[in-house]
């Protein structure tokens, strides 16, 4: 009986992990978009740098503090400038490089119709 | 036709030898350009005295500061130590440190071998105050003067530098 009781608070503990599956989640979630600023090529999710390391705590921590995914972006934006993000926020900055692949499918888009409609003639 | 294809290739290779040839000269390594003018809030544990600082109780005199980011494993801080040591005589400006993912006995060995230039030493165990200020490496040194962060440089300190915080200063 001793021995079930335990084994039952063991089960309970451990399976209270589960209930941290989702921020788990959403910390990894992050940190692959998050550039690591010492090893350049790397994310932070897959960098050992000091740099990476400290900066998975603080994303854990944010997290905890009840910060969105969004609003811990921001603030480390603040700090480290757009770069370090993977996927960069629509703003002024990067209208060019969200608009040009669909200017870029248009104008071949347009090409392609000229041609037809001389075939046609 | 054929013209008008040479042409258009040709316009398309300059274009893009342009942009290569522009980038060469840019420098391989990032450095953020970060938004934090002013000094982050944070409370700290100290090295020497053994008590948790508020940011707010740090820099709070009329007077410039220097936060020097440092830790023993770091070897371009010893290099930049000497400098620091020569700045702490001067009495406009306070010098204090951010001791960074060290252990805490070498931090201790190094500040004994090599002399304290550093008013306080603030204690960084797991890099997060760091982040607060936007570094990202050791050695960092922010220059602060009523509570706003006027220069920050990356990297040790040289004696070209300090004659620039020295400019600064006087």
Not at chain 1, 20 to 27: G, R, S, T
Not at chain 1, 40 to 47: A, I, K, T
Not at chain 2, 152 to 166: A, F, H, Q, T
């Amino acid at each position: 009986m001793k021995f079930l009781n335990f084994f039952l608070v063991i089960t309970i503990l451990f399976n209270f992990n589960l209930l941290k599956a989702d921020e788990i989640m959403l910390q990894n979630k992050i940190a692959k978009n998050l550039r690591c600023l010492i090893c350049q090529g790397q994310s932070v999710y897959d960098s050992d740098s000091e740099f990476a390391i400290s900066l998975k705590v603080v994303v854990k921590n944010k997290i905890n503090e009840g910060f969105t995914e969004d609003q811990i972006y921001k603030f480390l934006t603040k700090k480290y400038g757009e770069w370090i993000l993977y996927d960069p926020q629509f703003n002024k900055n990067t209208y060019f490089l969200w608009f040009m692949p669909l200017l870029t499918f248009l104008f071949g888009g347009v090409i392609i119709l000229k041609k037809l409609i001389n075939i046609k003639k | 036709m054929k013209n008008r294809i040479i042409y258009l290739l040709l316009v398309i290779f300059i274009f893009i030898f342009v942009i290569f040839y522009r980038g060469l000269n840019n420098p391989n390594s990032y450095t953020p350009n970060t938004e934090i003018k002013s000094i982050p809030e944070f409370a700290s544990e100290t090295l020497i005295k053994k008590k948790t600082l508020n940011s707010k109780d740090i820099f709070n005199k009329n007077k410039f500061y220097l936060l020097n980011i440092w830790a023993s494993w770091c070897v371009p801080c010893r290099d930049e130590h000497p400098f620091l040591i020569n700045l702490a005589k001067s009495e406009k400006i306070e010098i204090i440190g951010l001791n960074y993912k060290d252990n805490l006995n070498n931090a201790e060995k190094f500040i004994n071998e090599l002399g304290n230039p550093y008013s306080t030493i603030l204690l960084d165990r797991d890099g997060t105050k760091a982040i607060e200020w936007g570094a990202y490496g050791v050695p960092e040194t922010f220059l602060i003067y009523e509570n706003k962060i006027i220069k920050k440089y990356i990297g040790p300190l040289n004696s070209k530098l300090v004659d620039e915080i020295e400019n600064y200063i006087e």
